[in-house]
């Protein structure tokens, strides 16, 4: 039986250019959905799927993400002493959802380098890579725990996957391979392939289970499309190893709130699926229609 999957790998090196000029000064990965950091919904998603350590992979500039994941006591203290106790308690609760471990990436090679960033701070056992960019409403069971599954079921690597409108493969890793028992058996896979091109619409979501097998894989990738090391690439390898490559649809709604638009509709969305947001927001969103309209 494969070992359970306790890490997760963030890569949060970016330089967040879709978002400048925000991004000049503040971590892309600390701008709200509503009032919560893009990361921190990340990490509580790891975290409810039983992931106990998540390796950040930062660069120049991004301090704030450990310190919105550090105690802050100051803060704390003046909320306590003017009696705000459930405020305080939620600070604190950011602190104990995981134990938040920092590597730099020193140049930006690419996703798969970032990922390789964290090979000693993973070591030996099977770990999830969380990309922050694309955020998972789910309806119980967190998204990374429903790859997990499928983990712990055939010890294989396994990537979620959506099916991407005609014209959109472009923009994503883009898999095929053949059907069984609900997941994709992956057989081939690109990176962002030429329009025209690509092998299916199945894209891949950035969420991914990977055995340590990948390591020596990855280590060995050169680099690819954009002259980046692509995880993709080592993905590829992956599939063809006797571990293997699953992908798999997760229950849930995907948000990618890497560009401007899909920011602004996350932020929409996540408000209101909050009881008290709904209809306050709902009101203000026909109200801007008819006026702007
Ligand atoms: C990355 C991956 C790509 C994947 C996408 C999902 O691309 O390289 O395979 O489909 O995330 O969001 P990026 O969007 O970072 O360019």
């Known amino acids: 039986m494969p070992a359970p999957v306790r890490k997760a790998v963030i890569p949060a090196a970016g330089l ?3 978002f400048l000029p925000v991004t000049k000064a503040i971590p892309k990965e600390m701008l709200p959905i509503v009032d919560t950091p893009t990361i921190q ?3 509580d998603e790891a975290a409810r799927a039983g992931i106990r350590d998540v390796i950040v992979v930062n660069g120049r500039g991004k301090g704030a993400i450990e310190d919105h994941f550090d105690h802050a006591y100051e803060l704390e203290h003046t909320l306590r002493s003017r009696g705000k106790t459930a405020d305080a308690d939620a600070l604190a609760a950011i602190t104990h959802l995981v134990r938040i471990i920092s590597v ?3 140049q930006p090679l690419g996703l798969g380098h970032a990922v390789l960033c964290a090979r000693e701070a993973v070591g030996d056992e ?3 890579v969380l990309l922050g960019d694309d955020l998972i409403i789910d309806r119980g069971r967190p998204g990374i725990g429903q790859l997990a599954d499928v983990h712990a079921a055939t010890g294989a690597g396994v990537i979620a996957i959506m099916e991407v409108a005609a014209g959109q493969e472009h923009l994503y890793g883009v898999v095929a391979g053949d059907w069984s028992d609900g997941r994709l058996r992956v057989r081939e896979m690109v990176e962002k392939p030429k329009p025209g091109t690509a092998p299916s619409r199945w894209a891949i979501v950035g969420r991914y289970v990977l055995p ?3 390591w020596p894989l990855l280590a060995a990738t050169r680099p690819g499309h954009g002259g980046e090391i692509q995880l993709t690439d080592a993905l590829r390898e992956l599939a063809a190893s006797p571990d293997g490559l699953y992908g798999v649809v997760i229950d849930g709604e ?3 709130a890497g560009d401007k638009l899909g920011y602004l509709r996350a932020n929409l969305a996540y408000a209101i699926a909050r009881a008290e947001l709904r209809e306050p927001v709902l009101a203000m969103m026909r ?3 008819e006026t702007s309209g």
């Open 212 to 214: 340590p097998s990948i």
């Open 254 to 256: 995907r948000h990618d």
């Open 104 to 106: 730099r990436q020193l």
């Open 287 to 289: 109200d801007l229609l």
């Open 41 to 43: 919904l990340v990490v």
């Open 16 to 18: 967040g250019t879709r």
């Open 126 to 128: 099977p770990f999830a």
